[in-house]
């Protein structure tokens, strides 16, 4: 039996995410369940109108300063270096300016008491750029009223597309 891309949960989600306003896709980055979601956190992270503090954020919670123990691609074992040649392209883009900014605020040294930039020791072999390390000034977004970063409707709707 075939189904519609409306009864596709990802499918569901990508038209949500593409016509998501930037503050919403900004909490759907940093409150997704990576392990469910990260391909559609790299379709947000493919659309030049995300904004950069969105991109900063997935950098980070990608997990940026655990990723520094690697000098390059071949040193990472074999089911994390999708994630990360992920981070390489989010630094480069980053440094090109390829996303947009429409006034949104992260900061990796303090996002909710969290400093993603803490490495707590571990050896360094590839150093995070500089870039990556300095907040974006602008707004917080509110995140309240969504569930695993989706606004509760569209998660009610999703979670009942996937669970079908």
């Known amino acids: 039996m075939s189904s519609s891309a409306t009864d596709d949960p990802d499918q569901f989600l990508r038209e949500f995410l593409a016509a998501a306003t930037p503050q919403q896709r900004h909490t759907f980055v940093r409150r997704a369940d990576y392990d469910r979601g990260e391909h ?5 992270l493919d659309d030049p109108t ?18 520094a123990r690697y000098a390059r691609i071949e040193d990472v074992p074999e089911d994390e270096q999708g994630t990360y040649a992920l981070l390489r392209s989010i630094e480069d883009r980053y440094a090109a300016g390829f996303w947009s900014d429409h006034g949104i605020a992260f900061d990796p040294t303090d996002d909710d008491e969290i400093d993603w930039t803490d490495d707590y020791g571990a050896p360094v072999s590839r150093p995070v750029p500089d870039v990556m390390r300095r907040a974006v000034p602008g707004e917080l977004v509110d995140d309240a009223g969504t569930e695993d970063g989706l606004p509760l409707d569209v998660h009610l709707r999703w979670t009942a597309l996937r669970d079908a």
């Open 50 to 67: 995300t904004d950069r503090a969105t991109a900063l954020s997935a950098y980070w919670i990608l997990g940026a300063s655990y990723y």
């Open 40 to 44: 559609l956190v790299r379709t947000v």
